[in-house]
């Protein structure tokens, strides 16, 4: 089973910029979609950005469109996500999932965190203000 590993949470003041890295190991397929999502404290998770295996396709929300960059590194089977001009109430868990052997694939799917098969753990990230 594919394990995914975040990293690169922890704090920073509000205005400030932020760069998280997934990174997957064991058996991943050659067609995938990494998806970044985050859960504020009392919140429901929801979705930020999401790229195919090959940066070909990304998707971003709309809240951080503007401000956030999602880049693949497909030989290191990891996905950079970077964030500037970070608000406090981003203050969250942010996840990274990772869907598998996609045939089709669309900003609707990819929102969707059902649709993904594996999580990582999550990272912290404080926004001060």
């Known amino acids: 089973q594919v394990h995914l590993v975040e990293s690169g949470g922890g704090l920073v003041q509000a205005g400030g910029s932020l760069r998280l890295s997934c990174t997957a190991s064991?058996?991943?397929?050659?067609?995938?979609?990494m998806g970044w999502f985050r859960q504020a404290p009392g919140e429901e998770r929801e979705f930020v950005a999401a790229i195919t295996w090959n940066g070909g396709i990304t998707y971003s929300a709309d809240p951080v469109k503007g401000r956030v960059t999602i880049s693949s590194e497909n030989a290191k089977n990891t996905v950079i996500l970077q964030m500037s001009n970070l608000r406090p109430e981003e203050t969250a868990v942010y996840y990274c999932?990772?869907?598998?052997?996609?045939?089709?694939?669309?900003?609707?799917?990819?929102?969707?965190?059902?649709?993904?098969?594996?999580w990582g753990q999550g990272t912290q990230v404080t926004v001060s203000s």
């Open positions: 999932a990772v869907k598998q052997d996609i045939i089709i694939v669309s900003e609707v799917l990819a929102m969707r965190e059902s649709w993904y098969d594996s």
């Open positions: 064991g058996p991943i397929s050659s067609t995938y979609l």
